[in-house]
């Protein structure tokens, strides 16, 4: 997009093939501008720091990232007392009219993930997808099933068998970014 402002990280760091990070975008819409965060990383640690503050677990539980399970790495395992859970962060960027949707692209590894989480029920484990929406202004969630209709498919049969699919959008800054409230879905 033309004339598009741009937030970036420059890097001193001689070994990378760039000298700058992408980290948030704005996006001139019908409702004034959002604040897009772009950074494909940040999703994780803003998710690890709301499970430390949030209700979903007590102040007790033990919270693990990247824990493996059958032929998947989860993003997190979280343990506490009796409750045992898998849970998986997806990252939001994709937004048109106040709806946002998850994937932008194909994402085979994606599905697999979804199919994982159901697996986990079977074993007795519970099983979340989070949606992290990178921006605030928004309305809705959808899976984009136009570009990845088995995703969209896979997700669907997840939630109907007990997968805990969860939405939330965030406050953005140029240099911070913090889960705020649930979406529908």
Avoid at 35 to 60: G, R, T
Wanted: net charge negative; glycine share 4%; aromatic share 10%.
């Amino acid at each position: 997009m033309p004339n598009a402002k741009v937030y970036l990280f420059v890097s001193d760091n001689p070994n990378r093939k760039t000298k700058y990070d992408l980290i948030a975008v704005e996006k001139v819409t019908d409702r004034g501008v959002l604040l897009v965060n772009m950074d494909s990383q940040i999703p994780n640690d803003v998710v690890a720091e709301w499970l430390h503050k949030n209700e979903l677990f007590s102040q007790n539980a033990v919270i693990k990232r990247e824990v493996k399970f059958g032929n998947s790495r989860f993003d997190f395992y979280v343990e506490d007392g009796e409750r045992k859970a898998f849970i998986e962060v997806k990252g939001v960027t994709l937004e048109n009219y106040g709806i946002v949707s998850f994937p932008d692209a194909p994402t085979e590894r994606g599905v697999k993930h979804i199919n994982e989480l159901v697996s986990c029920l079977e074993q007795g484990f519970e099983a979340y997808i989070i949606f992290v929406v990178q921006m605030k202004g928004v309305h809705r969630f959808e899976p984009n099933a136009e570009h990845h209709k088995a995703f969209a498919d896979a997700l669907k049969y997840a939630k109907q068998n007990g997968v805990k699919v969860l939405v939330y959008d965030c406050l953005v800054t140029p240099d911070s970014i913090v889960i705020d409230e649930k979406i529908e879905y």
